[in-house]
């Protein structure tokens, strides 16, 4: 393998979480200068801004916004908070499309106590729900396996196996 080909940057995008301090305007600032060419968006780092502008200044500055992170977390002990849950997800969907990003980053949720299958079950539910709606704002839906570790609070979804299955369950481009 060449020097070349170990230096060469035009893949490289940086979840913008790796630099929790700074604010989307320091990223946009600062990440084009180590040549960061694409960024994942934290959504915190929307709170209370426009997203489309967010979106242009960042197409702006050289970079290409490829997600949205993170929606998900479709379980719940009561039907009001996955109910909540899904508000939150149709939000986030609304934010990536205006941002400009192609697809949502997705921690898809467990609850402590509760049992996996029940977790999977909630899990299934809520990519069903939000799918269709995804699908109409041209946002895909990226289910991210998380270590086994997070499996009784952040996500019944821990292998790369059970979040392949899930994804074509749908058969959907989404």
Not at 60 to 85: C, H, N, P, W, Y
Not at 164 to 174: G, I, K, L, T, V
Request: negative net charge; charged residues 25%.
């Amino acid at each position: 393998m060449s020097i070349e080909k170990l230096t060469n940057l035009d893949r490289l995008c940086v979840h913008t979480i790796t630099t929790k301090p700074w604010s989307i305007e320091e990223i946009i600032d600062n990440y084009p200068r180590a040549e960061v060419k694409a960024v994942s968006v934290w959504r915190d780092l929307l709170q209370n801004r426009d997203a489309s502008k967010i979106g242009v200044r960042i197409r702006d500055a050289g970079m290409e916004v490829l997600s949205l992170v993170r929606g998900g977390f479709f379980t719940g002990k009561t039907e009001a908070e996955i109910q909540a849950s899904l508000d939150d997800n149709r939000r986030a969907i609304d934010e990536a499309s205006a941002l400009g990003a192609p697809m949502i980053v997705l921690v898809c949720g467990a609850v402590p106590g509760e049992s996996i299958h029940r977790s999977l079950s909630q899990i299934q539910t809520g990519l069903e729900t939000l799918l269709p709606y995804a699908e109409t704002c041209g946002v895909k839906l990226g289910i991210e396996p998380l270590h086994p570790m997070y499996a009784d609070s952040r996500s019944a979804i821990c292998t790369m196996k059970t979040a392949n299955d899930f994804a074509e369950r749908f058969n959907s481009p989404y």
